[in-house]
């Protein structure tokens, strides 16, 4: 494979492993403001309602909007990667698997890494 052929792979995986988690994100955000009974009992349980559920919406939507962005990315990755760090310390401390939100925010790592790397090559 030559070097160009790698670079736009990289690009494209890239582009996934950022895009993907992202819209995961977004999508979360958006069943919070829905108020979608699976999601509010889920986040009740992890002693989230009312108001703090919505405080929650818009921090994610705001962090995933951020880092969606390639001119806010490197700002955006500080915030969603302290509101998924903090999902992972909620669901440890309610004995939930902390596979979800720890599956995304390596899969954002990886992508804004490879991107990085894409762009000093």
Do not use: C
Not at 37 to 49: C, K, N, R, S
Not at 64 to 84: D, Q
Not at 93 to 98: D, L, S
């Amino acid at each position: 494979m030559t070097a160009t052929r790698v670079s736009k792979v990289r690009n494209i995986v890239s582009n996934i492993l950022i895009f993907l988690p992202s819209i995961a994100l977004v999508g979360s955000s958006f069943a919070k403001f829905a108020h979608v009974p699976g999601i509010v009992a889920q986040m009740t349980a992890l002693g989230f309602d009312g108001p703090k559920l919505m405080i929650l919406a818009v921090l994610e939507l705001a962090s995933a909007a951020l880092f969606l962005v390639p001119k806010t990315r490197p700002f955006g990755l500080l915030p969603v990667s302290a509101y998924l760090g903090g999902a992972i310390a909620a669901q440890l401390g309610h004995g939930q698997p902390p596979a979800p939100p720890a599956v995304l925010l390596a899969l954002i790592w990886v992508g804004t890494w490879l991107k990085e790397e894409y762009k000093t090559m």
